[in-house]
């Protein structure tokens, strides 16, 4: 009796474990295979996925998991292949679909992202499944899909139903990639979710053309009216409160961070320095932040940005190692003792080498961003912290950080990035420590080339990152 029981409060207390894991999980709906991995090849449907050209036109060929194939070179955003989707002069066109892990609910909103690109070259054989063959042409001859479309999101109640379109893209003219960041608000219970290329609207005739899918979002309940979203929250619970001392150098921080969807709307900078691996669950919002800590005072600050508004926290912790009893060293003898006592010689830093004249510009070089991104990559760091080190030691010099993009995008664009990615290095200085007003930054946008924007070699040269000197 006292078994069964147990039994049924373990049993009771199971369930409960399950329900509450799954009202936490009741915001998100997870797609399968949201980035669309697979191993590259044509007219080869990514798993998680229905063809919806099987049902639409099934005469064509399935859309292709890039890169590698038609002369498509792209990089993937993320992973190690992306989707490849075309539009056709025969009035036929690709998208896939999936049936939805939970249903998208009536006259509530959710938000979405999802990396889209172009591919300049998508060279498609003629004849047969592709395209239709122009006059003059033969079979062995390949068209360029090239021309730029838009994709369209439906929504419906099975596989490639289109009962309600949720979001239609403007054409997608760009080679990179750029996060779209959508909103829906269905009208009708959506079970089934689909992804599809189409011609710009409106338009004659039919043409060839293409659109590259990567890295997409969860699809995440938000509140109608982002006015509603409250700004983050940030706790910390250990150190509970910044007069704590320990004597054990390994620390765990731990914080909680409400109202932050994504681990990258989070920045952690212990002792000015960047925190690169930390633990971070969305879904109760628990932080983790395992350091080894230095002799004295050791600063953690937690920056938070969502919609809403940017929050900042700090926690303070001292470590004190415990003392050993100390040997005294043998004297060091009189020939070495001018050896000895001598300083190491200074870390080499190239910043070194430059002369500091007033109006003099210098490239901040190794400096690396994803793209339409003002995150820095990890192979940065070592930069950021030379160019530290060169303002440290040169306490009086004062610095403007000026970004710089490519011709391609618009003058709107390009501002924002370029201003968003020297901002992101008078942060990085800023909290390693030198003073704010020791530090300017500007967006240059695409006004100042130093190379043609013709040639992808003069492109990556004009997108940089530079300061004047003061």
Known sequence: MRQ?????????????????????????????????EGVPQPSRIVSGWY???KLNFPSESPPDIQPGSFRVTNTPNDGNSFLGLVVRDNETWEGVAQRLQRPLEANKCYSFQIFIAKSERYLSPVGG?????????TKT??????????????GGNGYCDKQELLHQTSVITHNRWIEYNLKFEPKRRISHFMLEAFYKTPNLFPYNGNILLDNASEIILMPCDENDIPAPILTFSNPPNN???????????????????????????????????????????????????????????????????KTEKTAQITYNPPVAAVTPDPPTPPDQ????????????????????????TIRIDNLYFPADSTSFKTESYQELNELY????????L?????????????HEYCDRLSTGRAKAVADYLADKGIDRSRLTYKGYGKRKPIATNKTKEGRTKNQRVEFRIL
């Open 51 to 53: 063809d919806c050209g």
């Open 398 to 410: 004062k610095i403007e950080i000026g970004g710089h993009t490519n011709g391609t995008p618009p």
């Open 129 to 137: 499944r592709e395209a239709i063959a122009p006059e003059g042409t």
């Open 389 to 396: 080190e060169y303002l440290k030691r040169n306490p009086s």
């Open 4 to 36: 069964a029981s147990l039994f049924s409060i373990g049993l009771l207390f199971s369930l409960c474990l399950l329900f509450m894991e799954g009202y936490a999980q009741a915001d998100t709906i997870r797609l399968i295979n949201a980035s669309f």
């Open 141 to 154: 001859d390949s068209i360029n899909h090239d021309t730029p479309v838009t994709l369209r999101i439906w």
């Open 337 to 360: 003792q001018a050896v000895a006592d001598s300083p190491p010689p200074p870390k080499e830093n190239k910043y070194d080498k430059k002369e500091i004249i007033t109006g003099a």
């Open 243 to 309: 007069n704590l001392t320990t004597a054990k150098q390994k620390f765990t921080f731990q914080a909680n961070a409400q109202h932050v969807d994504k681990k990258d709307q989070l920045t952690l900078i212990l002792n000015g320095d960047l925190v690169e691996s930390f633990e971070f669950d969305n879904r109760s919002g628990e932080l983790l932040v395992n350091s080894r800590l230095k002799k004295g005072t050791n600063t953690l600050k937690i920056r938070a940005t969502n919609v809403k508004d």
